[in-house]
């Protein structure tokens, strides 16, 4: 069987290299290649773990991903990832999240556990903890290198056989029956095609994904670390954090790394990008507000300046969830779309999924299939609630 990927994502890459690795003849295409600064699975790390409020199939494939990124990292040349624990911190005053997922994490034989609020100020003194209301602490967890990631999985793909393409792949979507599939001009042939195109798969199946994905504006910040004490914010020291606060952006970030500095970024998903067009420059406003709550949650670095800056995007589905389904014009051809910022850690995890939904005919999980957004408004827990379910359907169709 001869398969087609497009786009070497973390999603694409783990698919191509999960069917390579059973013998098929599998080709991977991309605009720029693995981890380019401009792809969603670009960029310097993002978090591991296994928290999922009810959402227990997002606990599995990320469980199912873990001896995959370890066994990655232990064979590389360079560290992949970092097991340095997630520290959950709520502000709010509803942490079902956090207590849905401990039975789903408890059942991948992994733990989360409650801190006392001294517990954890003696823990961790560099966080200020007095507007917490609970801390949970995930030992099962880290910080995952994502550009060298992609890089390592599509090197192992390509040491096991398969090819690489880097280029423009076109979609006719109107004649996609006949598989009007093509790149740099010339038509793809393949016996199946997986397009996994985040933020890019909305242009090339406007049809299919137009009305059930949006392109949301992300930025990322690293803060300087004070002078000769970078080993107390590494991690090392520190684990990954998230604050979850109902009514602000739910910050989070990942301690010192690559000598870039104290990641911080936030999930707030409003203001609408394009991957293509829109400048990556950071918004004076969304820098003030994010050094007022990282000075106020980390005292010892109030005043350190930014060191370094990223502007990415995130490719949603209006309900948070992933969509993975067969076109409807083409049952040869498998979308994969919606990673909404939150798939880039199970990546390992869905590349088994899809190379079983492809060779074995495996039922692609309801929870999963794009049908559900035509009729039913309910979002995932990771997205909250249903009112910025209908708030996202206003604003972006």
Known sequence: MKIAVIGSGVWGACTAYHLQKE????????????GNSRSGSGGASRIIRLAYGEDKIYTELTNNSFEFWENLSNKSDRKLYHECGMLWL??????????HSAEHIKNCGQSISRLTKKEAIKKYPHINLNDINEIYYEEKAGALLASRCCKSVVRKFKNNGGNTFIGEVKVDENNLDKNDIVFNGKKIKADKYIIACGPWGRKLLPEMLGENTYISRQEVYYFSVPNNKAVEFDLNSMPCWLDLNENNPSYYGIPFHLNKGFKIAYDERST???????????????VDRTKSYLYHRFPRLKGLPISETRVCQYENSLDGNFIINWHKKNNDVLVLAGSSGHGFKLGPGLGELVRDIVLENKEIPEFFDIKRLESNDKSSQYYN?????NKRKRLFN
């Not at 013998?23 to 693995?34: I, K, N, R, T």
């Open 23 to 34: 013998g098929l003849d599998v080709d991977l295409y991309d605009m720029w290649g693995a």
């Open 90 to 99: 709520v502000s709010q005053d509803d942490s079902s999240y956090i207590t």
């Open 272 to 286: 609408l990008f394009d991957p293509d067009t829109s400048d990556r420059i950071p918004m004076q406003d969304l």
């Open 385 to 389: 609630s249903q009112i910025k379910y």
